[in-house]
């Protein structure tokens, strides 16, 4: 037997793999292209041709029955490297922005300083995750997150991602907003359709309220009653997807549309740091300073000042902005002057009202 084909049977089989259409090597007047018109009849379609090919990121896999030599590339895999196999979820990206699957790595719950009431929350949905079988029709399978911006909504999710080991689905809400009529609820069931195929997985909206504002708002955004109604039909019919878990992220949440925050099983707050949080936020984040904090730096005095600020504030608009500052001025080490020039400035900014509105 060949090294080769040793080495080939080392490799995992793939749990899903996400692919593009590309095209033809060379045109010819003769050539169309295909159109995938039910994804579950194509993948059938690309196993028989594909089981046993060992793929990763960026190579190229082609057609060699109906439409010979077409081309069509992987963009990712789950795992990074494997051989396609039937148990293989193949998906593919067309004419709609891809809500790809993602794998989390580097974010867990102890990135996440505070919030344990919400954490304590999660922990059902973790468990769900890990054993949806186990649940029936129990299963906390629409999951609200609100509170202020930059207090870990998504950081939660990600690491819920993490801890069950299941595939992290983020979407953008806006994305959803389709130009055309129909576009919008077409992607919305593509969604869904995609998160079954690799379920159990997390469906991640970040700016809910983007796309579940109140109906008497709508006139101020256009009319989204279209993506209302696809997504009231899919967190109806969720039932029906075992393991797929649907968590939305707002810090408008008294905004939110009714007939969908009460599709909501759960609604898991998050609030901003307390002194003691800010202070373990601050000390965690500069520990991995490449400029030396001085032993005289005072993190209660500078956790003090800054009241109001969440995590996320605390990081970008003191720490970055203070080490920046400090790199930029060849400075050996960062001072408590330096944090506090940068938290009065934040302070400007915060309490600068924005343009064209009356004071």
Known sequence: MSEQRVAKRSLPKLKYIVIRP???????????DPEIDDPKVFEQYAKEQWVGEVVKKGKLLFDSRMFPDFAFEVISTEPSEGEISNSTVILVEQDYPLF???VVKDVSFDDIVGQEEAKKKCRIILE???????FGEWAPRNILFYGPSGTGKTMMAMALSKAAEVPFIPVKSTQLIGDHVGEGARRIHNL?????QVAPCIVFFDEFDSIALDRSYQELRGDVSEVVNALLTEMDGIHENTGVCTIAA???INFLDQSIR???EEEIEFKLPTLEERIKILEKYTASFPVRVSNDVNFITIAKETDGFSGRDLVEKILKPSLHWAIIDGLHEIDTEIFIKNIRNAKKIQSKPPKGMFV
């Open 22 to 32: 590309l095209g033809y090597p060379m045109r010819a007047s003769y050539h169309e």
């Open 100 to 102: 790809e699957p993602r």
């Open 128 to 134: 769900y995750l890990k054993n949806p079988e186990k």
């Open 192 to 196: 869904f359709d995609k998160a079954s």
């Open 250 to 252: 707002t810090n408008r």
């Open 262 to 264: 009460s599709r909501f």
